[in-house]
């Protein structure tokens, strides 16, 4: 049999540092992913991504399980290449796609190279805030 805990604040332990459920439940991400997004893209670990989409070099499309409510979310990117220690530049950077509720863009470049080459990074981390639908 399911149970439902209902309540407005958490504290801890000790009663003290109180905050409301809703900043728990709004703060919370909505799904993130860590993928090798060199050679054989693959998933390393997620919450609510069902699968990663390989576009081309350092072009992906992180496809989420459960569809955010509306295309307003905020999705934060970042990559690097781990033989080099090199960071690179991760962002939805693809102007020509329509952003939707269902799949976030992620562009994967140098930060250092003048013509932002984009570059198949061996880790790639995307996480996701905004409402589910």
């Excluded at 997004?37 to 390989?54: C, F, R, Y």
């Excluded at 562009?107 to 003048?114: H, R």
């Amino acid at each position: 049999m399911a149970s439902e805990l209902r309540v407005n604040t958490l504290k801890d332990a000790a009663g003290n540092n109180s905050i409301a459920t809703s900043f728990v439940a709004g703060g919370s991400a909505k799904a993130f992913v860590n993928f090798n997004g060199n050679g054989t893209v693959a998933i390393k670990s997620n919450l609510n991504t069902s699968s990663i989409t390989d576009n081309g070099t350092g072009d992906y499309t992180a496809n989420l399980a459960s569809a955010m409510s509306n295309a307003l979310y905020t999705g934060l990117a970042s990559a690097r290449d781990a033989s080099t220690g090199t960071n690179i530049v991760a962002a939805d950077g693809n102007t020509t796609r329509t952003v939707g509720a269902s799949a976030f863009h992620v562009w994967a470049a140098y930060s250092g190279a003048s013509n932002k080459t984009l570059y198949d990074a061996l880790f790639v981390d995307v996480v996701i805030h905004g409402d589910l639908a």
